[in-house]
T-cell receptor
Framework: DTGVSQDPRHKITKRGQNVTFRCDPI?????LYWYRQTLGQGPEFLTY????????KSRLLSDRFSAERPKGSFSTLEIQRTEQGDSAMYLC?????????FGPGTRLTVL | DQQVKQNSPSLSVQEGRISILNCDYT??????FLWYKKYPAEGPTFLIS?????DKNEDGRFTVFLNKSAKHLSLHIVPSQPGDSAVYFC????????????FGKGTLLTVNP
């Protein structure tokens, strides 16, 4: 295990469809974060898990977004009824009381 | 409301010279600051950090300076190398939410051979 992995790396979908992304953190990391990055902007915080508990959610996370981390290991981020404004890079990061290590991201394009 | 600002979208320097990237913040509750580097199609990579109890931190070619009274930090890269060409993000945490990093918009550094 050499880093944080995300799947898929790219996703193209039509408006109104649901999409789900997966993040596998570094195995000993108990903290997991989701960020979103749009063109010309820095990453924006979406949500944070400590083990399986979701401890903080951004106002950016509308009711169409849901994130889970069922066993405190991998996490999924689902977007329902996608909109063109959801097009972005979705980044996952993990940490163990230290520096956040980011994954390569999933680039979502909503047509 | 941009709480972390990187006012220079881009910077170009010659190989071997110093690169200075700047960052300003508005939230006085921020107490921990980080710099990340990002190549295209990759996630951000941690470079260096500084706590608000310090005013300088060095790691090899990278030095971060923090001026709390001015709410300003800078990243110095000496000497700059072509492989340093990337987008550099300044980030901050604190103020009751130590889990959330607030990022600036980034500065694209180009180091010319």
């Amino acid at each position: 295990d050499t880093g944080v992995s995300q799947d898929p790396r790219h996703k193209i979908t039509k408006r109104g469809q649901n999409v789900t992304f997966r993040c596998d953190p570094i195995s000993e990391h108990n903290r997991l974060y989701w960020y979103r990055q749009t063109l010309g902007q820095g990453p924006e915080f979406l949500t944070y898990f400590q083990n399986e508990a979701q401890l903080e959610k951004s106002r950016l996370l509308s009711d169409r977004f849901s994130a889970e981390r069922p066993k405190g290991s991998f996490s999924t981020l689902e977007i329902q009824r996608t909109e063109q404004g959801d097009s972005a890079m979705y980044l996952c990061a993990s940490s163990f009381a230290g520096t956040r290590i980011f994954g390569p991201g999933t680039r979502l394009t909503v047509l | 409301d941009q709480q972390v600002k990187q006012n220079s979208p881009s910077l170009s320097v010659q190989e071997g010279r110093i690169s200075i990237l700047n960052c300003d913040y508005t939230n006085s509750m921020f107490d921990y600051f980080l710099w990340y580097k990002k190549y295209p199609a990759e996630g951000p990579t941690f470079l260096i950090s500084i706590s608000s109890i310090k005013d300088k931190n060095e790691d090899g070619r990278f030095t971060v300076f923090l001026n709390k009274s001015a709410k300003h930090l800078s990243l110095h890269i000496v000497p700059s190398q072509p492989g340093d060409s990337a987008v550099y993000f300044c980030a901050a945490s604190g103020g009751g939410s130590n889990y959330k990093l607030t990022f600036g918009k980034g500065t694209l550094l180009t180091v010319n051979p």
